[in-house]
């Protein structure tokens, strides 16, 4: 387990930032290959009398196993679905307090406008070309950093005497987008820890061998409903590896709401 949990980290930041069809590849094609070959490899060493007399005490622990391994793995998917979800509503909400910006800067005075809007356009367009990119590989971007203190900075800056009411508002929307990036940059980096990921991969390689040592008179159709066993399994792991970070990988959040709030409120 130790050895299998070293590695995992590893493995995982590879899957996880590798196009969808790679993912596939390598979690669900090949493993399942291997697996429709494991009930051939067992007749070579047992015979098929000596498996088939256990079938019925084995089918029951076998039941036993897979309904617990279906509860983690449900679970797994949940959990990473919820993140990914979540994601996407933080950067609706980054948008829509950006462009609530956009609006509020009419009421303030020059050149304090003028600057706001600036450094807004500029953090924007720091997060989609510069920000974006870092976060595959669950890293925040410092530009992006900086841009969004320019925000703080312009409104900080004395000017006219602008209206307290509006002034608040903006800061208030500088507080969202501040937790808003604050949270994207927090679940770029995923959710699930190391050994999780040893126990979920572990317990699907266990669950696959087991059926291994039933003893069907039909080698082939055992060996089809192994495959089709490994082909589901495989395939919901692939559900979570690809989830696991919702700005890397082959399933992936695009910064869509931000581009449009930029095309909409930046200077031309």
């Known amino acids: 387990m130790a050895a299998l949990e070293f590695g995992i980290p590893d493995m995982i930041d590879f899957l996880t930032t590798a196009p969808l069809w790679v993912e596939i590849l390598l979690v669900v094609i090949i493993p399942t290959v291997i697996a429709m070959l494991g009930p051939s490899l067992i007749r070579r060493f047992v015979q098929l009398e000596h498996l088939a007399i256990n079938n ?22 949940v959990v990473v679905w919820e993140k990914a979800s979540d994601a996407e509503s933080t950067i609706e909400r980054e948008a829509g307090a950006a462009a609530t910006i956009y ?5 303030l005075g020059e050149p304090k406008r003028t600057d706001l809007r ?30 969004l203190g320019d925000l703080y900075t312009a409104m900080i800056a004395p000017g006219a005497a602008d209206d307290v009411s509006i002034k608040t508002e903006i800061f208030n929307q500088l507080t969202v987008i501040t937790q808003a990036r604050r949270a994207r940059l927090i679940a770029a980096d995923g959710i699930v820890p190391g050994p999780v990921w040893a126990i979920v991969f572990l317990c699907a390689f266990l669950v696959i061998g087991f059926t291994f040592f039933f003893g069907t008179q039909n080698l082939r159709a055992q060996t089809l409903m192994t495959g089709l066993l490994a082909f589901l399994i495989f395939s919901e792991l692939v559900i979570v590896i690809a989830l ?5 990988g082959g399933i992936k959040e695009a910064p869509t709401p931000l581009v449009h709030v930029l095309q909409d409120f930046a200077p031309s």
């Open 244 to 248: 696991e970070r919702p700005f890397a």
């Open 118 to 147: 600036t450094a807004m356009t500029r953090y924007l367009s720091s997060t989609i070309k510069d920000e974006w990119s870092t976060m595959e590989h669950g890293k925040s971007n410092k530009p992006t950093w900086e841009a």
């Open 103 to 107: 609006r509020l800067s009419n009421g």
């Open 56 to 77: 019925e005490v084995a089918g029951f622990k076998f039941a036993t196993i897979g309904v617990t391994y279906a509860v983690l793995l449900a679970f797994s998917i």
